[in-house]
C-alpha cells in the first residue's frame, strides 16, 4: 500500500470509513458499529445462516491488487457461500489487519466493500483493526426459512449437475495480472480481469433455488476439487463430460480450449455455483436462471457410489490439477 498515511488511531479509522454501512441495509440492526459487539433481530421464523473468510494479501489477491477490488472480493466471497445456502445475507462484520492507516488505501478499499453491501442490502455492524501484514477477514450473517436452505448433502443419484455462469475466467484473470499471461485482444484481457476483480455473488439465484434444487455450493477453489466434496458429502458418484463445461467468448479468445478447459476445471475463483437437481425440477430451475439472465450448463449427473469420473469427448478424461489447496 501506498499514500498519505493518516495520523489515525484504530477508532478514528474506522468512524471515518466504516461507521455508516449501515445506511440503506436491510432492517435488523439495533446496534451497530462502535460498541463492543453488535446488536441485531432475526425476522420472525428463520434460521441463522453464518460464514466467514479470510483473504491474506500474496496468498488470496496479488499484492498490487487495487483497493477497490480487495474491499469487493472481501465481501463477494461471503456473499457467494450465502448464495450457496439460498440464504438472505443481512449483516456482516469485518477484521481489517493492515501495515498503515494509508488514506487513499482505506477510502478505495472501503467503497469496494461498502459498494457492494449495500447493492445486496447487507450492514456492515461491527469488527476489529490492528496493524500487520494486509490481511482481511469478514463473518457475514444471513437467514433462510427453517429447513429450506440448500446443502451439499441432498444430491441424490439421478440428479443433473449444472454450474451457473462461465468457468475459468478468474483463472485467467489472474493469470493477466500477476504476468504470466500475455494477451493482445484488450477487450478480452478486460473481461477476465473484470471477472477476477469483481467477482459477482450469485445471491438471487441461490434464494430462487430453495426448494428446486437438491444440493448446492460455490466454486472457490475450483470444480474439481469442490465437486467431489459434493460428491462426498450426498454420498453418490458424479460423472461430468468436460466438453460441456461453460466457456466465455473472452476465455476462448485469449488462450487453447485445453488451457481454458483447465483453469475451468482447477483454478478457482469463479464463485460460481455448482448446483444437483432432479431431472424433473430441471425446466424450473433453468426457468428461474433465465429469469435473472443467468446461464446455467447442465455438465453431468450424480450415479450411485463414490467420487468423480471426468470424460472428454466419450473417453476417460484425467484432470491436469486438483484443484486450489491452501495447503498443497
Known amino acids: 500500500m501506498s499514500g498519505d498515511h493518516l495520523p489515525l488511531g484504530e477508532f478514528d479509522l474506522i468512524d471515518r470509513y466504516f461507521s455508516g454501512a449501515v445506511a440503506n441495509a436491510r432492517s435488523g440492526v439495533i446496534l451497530g458499529v462502535g460498541d463492543d459487539a453488535a446488536l441485531m433481530r432475526l425476522p420472525p421464523n428463520t434460521d441463522l445462516v453464518a460464514a466467514v473468510d479470510t483473504l491474506v494479501a500474496g496468498r488470496h489477491f496479488p499484492l498490487d491488487c487495487e483497493p477497490r477490488s480487495i474491499g469487493h472480493r472481501a465481501l463477494a466471497v461471503n456473499l457467494s457461500d450465502m448464495a450457496a445456502m439460498g440464504a438472505t445475507p443481512a449483516w456482516a462484520t469485518l477484521a481489517l489487519t493492515l501495515p498503515s492507516a494509508d488514506a487513499a488505501w482505506l477510502e478505495r478499499f472501503s467503497l469496494g466493500l461498502l459498494h457492494l453491501a449495500q447493492a445486496h442490502g447487507v450492514a456492515l455492524v461491527g469488527g476489529d483493526t490492528t496493524a500487520g501484514p494486509l490481511t482481511i477477514s469478514v463473518q457475514i450473517l444471513g437467514h433462510v ?49 473484470e471477472r477476477f476483480d469483481y467477482p459477482t455473488p450469485r445471491v438471487s439465484f441461490g434464494i430462487q433455488a430453495r426448494g428446486v434444487a437438491s444440493a448446492a455450493m460455490d466454486l472457490s477453489d475450483g470444480l474439481v476439487g469442490d465437486l467431489a466434496k459434493l460428491a462426498r458429502a450426498s454420498g453418490v458418484a458424479a460423472q461430468v463430460e468436460v466438453e460441456r463445461l461453460p466457456l466465455s467468448a473472452a476465455l476462448q479468445s485469449l488462450v487453447s480450449t ?44 450424480l450415479r450411485p457410489g463414490n467420487g468423480v469420473q471426468w470424460s472428454l469427448g466419450g473417453e476417460s ?11 498443497r
Open 317 to 327: 478424461f484425467v484432470p491436469a490439477a486438483p484443484g486450489y489447496d491452501h495447503f
Open 258 to 301: 485445453s488451457q481454458a478447459r483447465e483453469w475451468a476445471l482447477a483454478a478457482g475463483d469463479d464463485y460460481e455455483l455448482l448446483l444437483a437437481v432432479a431431472p424433473r425440477k430441471w425446466d424450473e430451475l433453468e426457468a428461474a436462471a433465465r429469469g435473472l439472465d443467468l446461464k446455467l450448463t447442465a455438465i453431468g449427473e
Open 145 to 193: 426459512t427453517p429447513g429450506t436452505a440448500l446443502r451439499r448433502s441432498g444430491a441424490a443419484a439421478g440428479d443433473l449437475l449444472a454450474v451457473t455462469g462461465d468457468l475459468g475466467d478468474a483463472g485467467a484473470g489472474l493469470a493477466l495480472r500477476t504476468g504470466r499471461l500475455l494477451a493482445d485482444d484488450r477487450a478480452a484481457a478486460a473481461a477476465v480481469l
